[in-house]
């Protein structure tokens, strides 16, 4: 018997979170994908699968892959979900199966698809990105700000990294995923907004009916939820 031929794993950006930034071709591969793979359960309480719903509505006729990657455990435990997420992954191409990761943003922006994706290289699955519209973009479209202009540079930072390091940097800097560092950088932001060195704008949940929107660092409030993207200007450089 001829053995099937390997399906492709797609990591899909489905944009923020308005139904309207999902690119045509991501709903595409969505379309034509014979499994739908969503980072938690159940499909209901997944963002991206909430987002793509929105807009194609024939997603809940299509088999389904939840995958859960639980928080906490270190290094160690996230090695080992993602070598699972990509064994699961594996066994699906090896069926002929195409699968299609909703990722929230763009899957080349601090994604758990990446990490997967590159276990799959390794054991000879191939896989495909198809690029959406990150957070941080929406984020200064919603707030009515050029990110970058001139020669300026543009600084993604996660929680992760050191926040005083961070806005060492020169240009704009977008602090992203900060819910463990967040008290500590908003009060670095509060002394820097009131000394006259920055501009702080911040939106969390971008593009989703929760959306909020900050125009300053005084207005952000320290419990602000996961999803919050905050954007740090010079005001030197205006």
Do not use: W
Not at 208 to 234: C, H, N, W
């Amino acid at each position: 018997m001829r053995q099937a031929e390997r399906g492709i794993v797609y990591g899909v950006g489905v944009g923020p979170g308005e139904p309207g930034l999902i690119t045509v071709k991501a709903l595409n591969v969505i379309r034509e994908a014979d499994v739908i793979v969503i980072p938690s359960s159940p499909a209901a309480s997944c963002r991206a699968y909430g987002i793509v719903a929105e807009v194609m509505p024939e997603i809940a006729g299509k088999e389904l892959l939840a995958l859960d990657f639980p928080m906490g455990g270190g290094e160690a435990a996230r090695d080992r979900y993602h070598r699972e997420a990509a064994e699961r992954l594996a066994s699906l191409s090896a069926q002929g199966k195409t699968a299609a990761f909703l990722v929230i943003g763009d899957p080349s922006v601090y994604s758990t698809y990446t990490y997967i994706a590159e276990i799959l290289e390794e054991m000879g699955i191939p896989t495909k990105s198809v690029s959406g519209t990150a957070s941080f973009l929406a984020a200064a479209s919603v707030l009515g700000i050029p990110l970058v202009e001139k020669d300026e540079m543009l600084h993604l930072i996660p929680g992760s990294t050191d926040v005083e390091e961070g806005l060492k940097l020169p240009g704009t800097k977008v602090f992203m995923k900060n819910k463990r560092s967040f008290p500590r950088l908003l009060a670095l932001l509060k002394e820097e907004e009131r000394a006259g060195h920055v501009f702080v704008k911040a939106v969390s949940g971008c593009g989703m009916p929760d959306e909020r929107v900050f125009g300053s660092a005084s207005e952000i409030p320290e419990d602000a939820p996961y999803l919050t993207v905050v954007i740090v200007k010079d005001r030197s450089a205006q």
